[in-house]
């Protein structure tokens, strides 16, 4: 189900519109201010944060700047809610890096249709977001995670023993919050996108004839040529010895 973190600091509208968004199949989470909101959308990494503009404590500007800074949230949809006839606000907030607007007060149909959009237009993005060794640039808003991560991997690629907390080391990342993010960002798990990404490097140097496939398993981090054999076959569906062969 997809994840919606609601940001609002009036308890009854909070609820009414958590309990609307739960009977339309969604997990909600709630917090009453900016604050809160801002540590949330760290710890859970929801799939759309829904939030009003004008709260105590840190307000919806505030928490969506600290969002849109922050590489492990970056990426995340923001619609803000806001009055009606405010449009200096809805400037501020688009040029901050607010997704969408919902004027108040709105029906919740509406709200419904654009959370949707937004998620639906998220999952398109990263439809097209590739992991693949120095062959292109990651085209996203989350160049700024995604690159460290490749570089690290990249960097690491014939170290067999390169490991989730390795990698969050290099990069000075939690492991969990890498594990969150990945996950996020991506659909892998971190462990399958490190697999994918050797795998992504291997065919690059078959097809460059740039070795025996002993010497490209050695190279890309896999200690067993049977492992590497068998692990190519099931992500690209043909053997390594087949695609050499046709080199």
Do not use: C, W
């Not at 940001?7 to 989470?29: G, K, M, P, Q």
């Amino acid at each position: 189900m997809d994840r919606i973190l609601l940001v609002e600091d009036e308890a009854d509208i909070r609820e009414n519109l958590a309990e609307l968004f739960e009977n339309r199949s969604f997990t909600v989470f709630t917090a009453e201010n900016g604050s809160v909101g801002y540590e949330k959308a760290r710890e859970i990494i929801p799939d759309l944060i829904i939030s009003d503009v004008i709260m105590p404590v840190m307000d919806g500007f505030e928490m969506l700047d600290a969002i849109k800074k922050d590489a492990r949230t970056m990426h995340l949809p923001v619609i803000l809610l806001t009055a009606k006839g405010m449009l200096e606000s809805k400037v501020k907030g688009l040029e901050i890096g607010a997704d969408d607007y919902v004027t108040k007060p709105f029906e919740f149909d509406e709200l419904l249709a654009r959370a949707r959009s937004a998620i639906n237009n998220r999952k398109r993005v990263l439809q097209k977001i590739k992991i693949s060794p120095s062959e292109e640039d990651v085209e996203s808003k989350d160049d700024v995670f995604l690159r460290k991560v490749i570089q690290a991997v990249e960097k690491n690629i014939d170290n067999f023993n390169f490991s989730i907390d390795d990698l969050a080391k290099e990069i000075g990342y939690s492991r969990s919050s890498i594990q969150k993010k990945i996950k996020s960002l991506t659909g892998k798990t971190t462990s399958q996108l490190i697999r994918e990404f050797r795998l992504e490097k291997a065919r690059q140097l078959i097809q460059q004839d740039a070795g025996f496939l002993s010497e490209i398993a050695m190279a890309v981090g896999f200690n067993s040529l049977s492992y590497f054999s068998n692990s190519y076959k099931e992500y690209f569906g043909v053997p390594p010895s087949k695609i050499k062969s046709l080199g």
